[in-house]
Antibody, heavy 120, light 111 residues
Framework: EVQLVESGGGLVKPGGSLRLSCAAS????????MNWVRQAPGKGLEWVSS????????YYADSVKGRFTISRDNAKNSLYLQMNSLRAEDTAVYYC?????????????WGQGTLVTVSS | QTVVTQEPSFSVSPGGTVTLTCGLS?????????PSWYQQTPGQAPRTLIY???TRSSGVPDRFSGSILGNKAALTITGAQADDESDYYC???????????FGGGTKLTVL
């Protein structure tokens, strides 16, 4: 059974930093691209960042480019999101998700999310 | 900036059929955008329904179907049930530019 478990969320002041983790199990983590998707309170889903299986290709939404860094450790079956210079508008539940096995791009399996609150 | 458009809300009667759409602020949606659809109930993680326009994800009942209708991607639910009351999001694959973009979501009410 595929499992994705996010951790590392919490309360942080504006301008602060936080590192999210996503522990994966039940599939061959090193073979799949991975993603972070977020959802602000009462708002819709927003794609944040994606990383290919070998970390060769990395993409960011304009809203986080230059502040967030996605990475992965295939030996530890883990995905990370380093978030710096946090703003109030980064407050959201952050989900990690696998890329589905198909042409194009879609999200397949999802974690339950971790809440990040940016507030003074 | 690419904007993916969805109806903010829709309602359907139990047993009825509803079609939700996913368009572009500029241009037409085609299979080249590999549209996908996700269902989310409050407090829960999203669930993948449809990918690559019309392929159902594992375990998704065949009441859910995807297509291209005119210049938009479409999600059709036939025989709507009470537990279909959810938010539905589409995603379009834009390639190396915007990469992937979510629509704003449609809140579906079954009543």
């Amino acid at each position: 059974e595929v499992q994705l478990v996010e951790s590392g969320g919490g309360l942080v002041k504006p301008g602060g930093s936080l590192r999210l983790s996503c522990a994966a199990s039940g599939f061959t983590f090193s073979s799949y691209s991975m993603n972070w998707v977020r959802q602000a309170p009462g708002k819709g889903l927003e794609w944040v960042s994606s990383i290919s299986s070998s970390s060769s290709y990395i993409y960011y939404a304009d809203s986080v480019k230059g502040r967030f860094t996605i990475s992965r450790d295939n030996a530890k079956n883990s995905l990370y999101l380093q978030m710096n210079s946090l703003r109030a508008e980064d407050t959201a539940v952050y989900y990690c998700a696998t890329k589905g096995y198909s042409y194009g791009y879609h999200f397949d399996y999802w974690g339950q999310g971790t809440l990040v609150t940016v507030s003074s | 900036q690419t904007v993916v458009t969805q109806e903010p809300s829709f309602s359907v009667s139990p047993g009825g059929t509803v079609t939700l759409t996913c368009g572009l602020s500029s241009g037409s949606v085609s299979t080249s955008y590999y549209p996908s659809w996700y269902q989310q109930t409050p407090g829960q993680a999203p669930r993948t329904l449809i990918y690559s326009t019309n392929t159902r994800s594992s375990g998704v009942p065949d009441r859910f179907s995807g297509s291209i209708l005119g210049n938009k991607a479409a999600l059709t639910i036939t025989g709507a049930q009470a537990d279909d009351e959810s938010d539905y999001y589409c995603v379009l694959y834009m390639g190396s530019g915007s990469f992937v973009v979510f629509g704003g979501g449609t809140k579906l009410t079954v009543l």
